[in-house]
Nanobody, 125 residues
Framework: QVPLVESGGGLAQAGGSLRLSCAVS????????VGWFRQSPGKEREFVAQ????????YYADSVKGRFTISRDNAMNTVYLQMNSLKPEDTAVYYC??????????????????WGQGTQVTVSS
């Protein structure tokens, strides 16, 4: 088991920003592909972004491209999701997830082995 802990959620106004953090335990953090997903009531869990072992390896959902930025600090075992130009439709519980594997788009929840408990993001209009 690999514990993941999200933080940084909260309330923001439309057009505002929030930064989420995902702290990953373990000595092999740099080997993990880490993804962010979100889920709002009545909807399926939706892919947001992923990052590989290098910060050059990133992939985004079209809905957040140009607004959200995923990054990682391997020294801190942490992945970040900087969310700018927030919209009310970004309101959801945000989850980080991790897996060790080959790089490529991993946009389906079952492609990840470890999950955090989630952090709520609410964007008001």
């Amino acid at each position: 088991q690999v514990p993941l802990v999200e933080s940084g959620g909260g309330l923001a106004q439309a057009g505002g920003s929030l930064r989420l953090s995902c702290a990953v335990s373990g000595r092999t953090f740099s080997a993990y592909i880490v993804g962010w997903f979100r889920q709002s009531p009545g909807k399926e869990r939706e892919f947001v972004a992923q990052i590989g072992w290098s910060s050059d390896l990133t992939y985004y959902a079209d809905s957040v491209k140009g607004r959200f930025t995923i990054s990682r600090d391997n020294a801190m075992n942490t992945v970040y999701l900087q969310m700018n130009s927030l919209k009310p439709e970004d309101t959801a519980v945000y989850y980080c997830a991790a897996v060790i594997g080959n790089w490529g788009p991993r946009v389906v929840p079952r492609e990840y082995d470890y999950w955090g408990q989630g952090t709520q993001v609410t964007v008001s209009s």
